[in-house]
Each structure stands twice: as C-alpha cells, then as structure tokens.
C-alpha cells in the first residue's frame, strides 16, 4: 500500500512539473506570430537553432520581397563534435514601407511536404 502511495505521490509530482511545460510549448506553436518592426534600410536580426546533420534545415519565404530582403544568411556550428547543431542566422533589411510575413520552415530538402516546424514573424517597415 506504502509503495503504491509512493509512486502515485511521484506521478503526480513529475505531471505537475512537466504538464506546464507541454502546454506552453503546444500553445507556442499554435499562435506562433511574432511582430518585428524595423524602418527602410534598417535590419532585423533572426536566428534559430539548426542541425544540417540531421538533413533538416530552416528554408525561408518573404510574402512581400518588395517589402523586405534577406542580406545575410549564415550557419554557426556550436561546437567541434561531428553532428553537434549550430545557429543559423539571417539579417533581413527594411527596402519599402510596409508590413509583410517572414515564414520559417524546418524541413528535409527531399521531403518539402514533411515540415516539422514553422516560425512565421510579422514584419512592419515604417519609413523612420
């Protein structure tokens, strides 16, 4: 009787840590939509962790490039181990005045139809 109190004592212990957590995180991907402002000719700086290794990688669709435009795209290994991940970075520059969504997918180049996980960024160029 002891060890069964134990265990539903420990059970509900490791839910009332770990549920919180999950449902944050399923809460995060559905909304989703984060806003950016920048002004023409101003940059806006965007990284996201990535692991080439694996075959995945973050492939990017401007919705408006008369709006925006991508000036850098850079991947940084995090450390020396074969297989360890890395950040990928972007600078996006403000070209005209306007708002236009920045959509970030994670996917296989061989599997474009398997997204794993998006990040959409609403970004609102103001003139000043």
Request: proline content about 3%; overall charge positive; hydrophobic content about 35%.
């Amino acid at each position: 009787m002891k060890k069964r109190v134990m265990i539903s004592v420990i059970v509900c212990i490791t839910l009332a840590v770990i549920l919180p957590t999950l449902l944050k995180a399923n809460s995060a991907k559905k909304n989703g939509l984060n806003e950016l402002t920048t002004t023409i000719n101003g940059t806006l700086n965007i990284e996201l962790d990535e692991n080439p290794t694996t075959g995945y990688s973050w492939h990017v669709t401007i919705s408006n490039p008369e709006i925006l435009k991508i000036v850098k795209d850079d991947y940084t290994q995090k450390g020396d181990l074969l297989g360890s991940g890395g950040i990928h970075k972007w600078e996006i520059k403000g070209i005209k005045e306007g708002s236009t969504s920045v959509k970030f997918e994670l996917y296989r180049n061989w599997e474009p139809s398997n997204i794993i996980e998006t990040k959409t960024y609403q970004v609102i160029v103001t003139a000043h």
